[in-house]
């Protein structure tokens, strides 16, 4: 049996957590060469300093006096023995993104009800973004400068930061409270119509009571069929019932609140207020176009639903479209001028290649 | 505001390829500009080995003596003379291959407008046509196999269409519809048939000879980047029948303003019924006598431009006497001074291709077409490249934990 070291003290007990990466037979601490074969209850520690492994026994040697530097070559962190645990990941590149995620989440920590339009909202989450990208992968001198960023603002917006920790925690908790409630209310429904089936069984228990009491004191036995055929059709009743009362009580969760109705957009247009009716035009009865008439009686195009008026409408349409258009004035002063201010402007400008759209 | 103009204004038509005359020359003369300095840049940096490979060597004679000496380039009228012969080739080879009209007017809009922001000393107007013509029957709900396609053409493989495709796209900005004044004819021809005192047979003759007209004559010039479909319908009209386009548009705009006392005379409660809820200063604005002058100077203005290119100068633009006398002098300068990279389409698309794959540091693209916003090296930069990509292999190369023990 080889020599068993310390126990771990009970603080660091609760430090870490069990490894989810199972163990294998070759794992090997990188600092003092045991191999779990040697020791059975090897963990593999790390410190977010430098995310450098080493096993629990080489932890405790090294910094159990205080702050020293990790053992890796190279490495000169000053490593503590408080910061050490256990990796969630099996890759640490991983564990080390989601330390730094969760780190620029508790600064950066508004919700999209902070903004007022959802670009600005995409907008900020695309700066957080590429914050966190340079913190993670950004090489030495990105990296400074983002941190040097996320401790700026962390300085300058301590107390809106706290505030809105606070308010994530209160939302948190209400959305938990809600949870509670809607448990309690399920339960209470559930026990009521435990409590109802109850009676209804104790109810038709009477009935048979009083129906076996009635063919005991009817003279023939006659009655007492009726009575049972009654004592059925009330059953079913009382089933039915129960069934739509069910159909009643259930309730959907997870619907979301309703937010207040949208007013003053008005509603949704798929069109972009382009408007449809003709103003040069008219439609109707008395167009027709020899070259097209010959179609209408043919099987192949009737068949398929072909619309005549569909095809007058949109030749119209091309027919007039644009003849209002002019596109010499409007593509070098702009839609919407009178010919006066059109032919004012153009006097003004001497040079046309400024408006170009193409440039 | 008239709706209908409202619509036509949301077109890319509109919006992207329309023009007044200066901007068009400007634009073209900007092209030619670019194009000149990028040629002489590439041929003055590597005279030697492209003269050695590129086929430009068998016309580069005269290069021989002295390579440094730069080629005299074409000048933007002369480019615009060539892409209307190309133009023209365009339609003979839509005929040849019996596509419908409407395929071979929108091969024929992007093949001019590729040639706006491109030069023509830059991509090779033969290869273009046939892509333009491949890619208007795809624009136009007609799918050709592209084998056949290129069989009929007389062309050996697919790669000699396929790898100017996409380069086409980006020089016609990804606009790919294209409105034409066929459809809009046949609207004014049942509007006309609608007055009821013009006789049919007058009509159907105009229509004919209208639809001839538009078949040539605003595709082989700049009709389409300066008027609208309706307004080049009317002068096709006009010139096959003044009388029937003026009355047209006698008809469409017939709104006079009310006389206060007469009040009941207005003609037009009745015949518009969308507008008939407006103030007069509307309807004036969209049917009266001010906006029909400016129409009819317009379709003027149209009228004369397809005038000069009527659909008997097909056989001038096809004649040898013509190709003779004033084209081949300017192929023959082409031949000296077009672009020795992006002349042969396939080994550019194969180069630009390689260029990705073994892509380091980025920016390694050069200048990307000779001009306009429609380069592919502009294209990444709108795209953001794939940066972020490229950052993350990085970082994984480098450990971010230190070098190992």
Redesign the interface.
Known sequence: MPPKPAAPGAPARNLFHPLPIPPSADDMC?VCKTIRYLNRDMEFLINPE???TMCLNCVNRLFTDGPNQCP????SRTLRRKGFRSAFFGD??VE?EVDVRRRVAAVFNRVEDDFETARDWDNYLQMVEDLT?DL????GEKRGEAEKVLVRWEGEHKGEIERNRRAGREREEQARRRMGLEKDAARERRVAALREVEEERRERAASKEAELDGIAAAPDGRGGVQLKRRGQVVRAVEAAAAATAEVGRLSIRGLKEKGKPRGAEGPYDPFGG?????????LGE???????DKYRFDQGHVTGGYSFEEW?A????????????????E??AG??LS?REIATIASGIAA??D????? | MATEDARYRQSSQFRLWSFSPSQLGAMREKANLLARASISERLLSAPRSNSASAPTSNANTPDADGTSTLPEFLTPSEEALLVTFYTSELLRAGDHAEMADEIKATAAAFFRRFYITNSIMTYPPQEMLIVALFFGCKAEGSFPRITDFVKNFGRESPEEVLAGEFLLCQGIRFAFDVKHPFRALRGAVMDLRRIGDIEHTRIDSAERRAREILRFSPLITDAYFHYTPSQIMLAALSLADRGLAERLIQETFHFVHPQPNSGAGTPMATDTPSASSLPDSDIATIIGPVIRDKVLGTVEACRDMLSKEPPERREHWSSKVTYKAQLQPIRKKLNKCRDPDRWNLVELQRSRREQVLNKSGGGSDDGGSAAGPAGPSKDDDVFGGDIKRRKVAKGAMDDPFGGAL
């Open positions: 990188p430098c995310y450098h890796y070559a190279g490495c640490l590149a080390r990208f993670v992968h950004g090489t382009v408007d449809f009716a003709p103003s040069r035009y008219r008395g167009l027709a176009h020899p070259q097209v007058t949109r030749a119209m349409y091309e027919a007039f479209a644009g003849l209002g258009v002019f596109v010499e004035d593509k070098e839609i919407g010919s046309v290649g408006k170009m759209e193409l440039d």
